[in-house]
C-alpha cells in the first residue's frame, strides 16, 4: 500500500483528536478525524497521514482499558461502600458498573478509529 497523505485544516478539537477539513477525490471537501499529537490548534494546516498500528497494541487497547476499569471500580465501589455505609457486595457492583462503562467507551472509540483498519489517521505536520 502506497503511503496515503492529505493535507487540509483543522475545524474542531475533541479533545486528543482533531476534525480535519480536507479536498476529496471529488473536489468536496471532507472530515478526517485525526490523532492530534502535535498539538494543532483551530484553522492550522496540518498534512495527515495513515500509520500503521500494531496487533498487540490494537488488543491491548481495545481490553486493557476495560479491564483497569474494572479494577478501579472495585477499589472505587468498596470506597463508595464504607463511606456510604451500604452493603459492600452492593457498592463494588455500582462501582464497576460506573467505570466499566468509562473503560468501555475509551476502547469503543479506538476501535471505531483504528482497529480492523490496522491504520490510524495521524496529524504528521503543523504549519501555524
Given at each position: 500500500m ?20 480536507v479536498?476529496?477525490?471529488d473536489?468536496e ?9 502535535l498539538?494543532a490548534k483551530?484553522g ?5 497521514v495513515w ?6 497494541r ?6 486493557g ?8 471500580g472495585i477499589?472505587?465501589g468498596?470506597?463508595m461502600?464504607?463511606?456510604l455505609k451500604m452493603a459492600i457486595?452492593?457498592?463494588?457492583a455500582a ?7 468509562l473503560?468501555i467507551?475509551y476502547?469503543f ?6 482497529y480492523?483498519?490496522?491504520?490510524q489517521?495521524?496529524?504528521?505536520a503543523?504549519?501555524?
Amino acid at each position: 500500500m502506497e503511503k496515503q497523505e492529505k493535507f487540509g485544516k483543522v475545524s474542531e478539537l475533541k479533545g486528543y483528536r482533531a476534525l480535519v477539513l480536507v479536498k476529496g477525490q471529488d473536489g468536496e471537501e471532507q472530515a478526517i478525524d485525526a490523532l492530534n499529537n502535535l498539538n494543532a490548534k483551530k484553522g492550522d494546516k496540518v498534512k495527515v497521514v495513515w500509520r500503521k498500528t500494531s496487533r498487540m497494541r490494537d488488543i491491548s487497547m481495545i481490553v486493557g482499558p476495560p479491564l483497569l476499569c474494572i479494577a478501579a471500580g472495585i477499589i472505587f465501589g468498596y470506597r463508595m461502600a464504607l463511606y456510604l455505609k451500604m452493603a459492600i457486595d452492593m457498592g463494588i457492583a455500582a462501582g464497576v458498573a460506573i467505570w466499566l462503562l468509562l473503560g468501555i467507551s475509551y476502547s469503543f472509540r479506538y476501535w471505531r478509529y483504528a482497529y480492523g483498519r490496522g491504520l490510524q489517521p495521524v496529524i504528521d505536520a503543523v504549519e501555524h
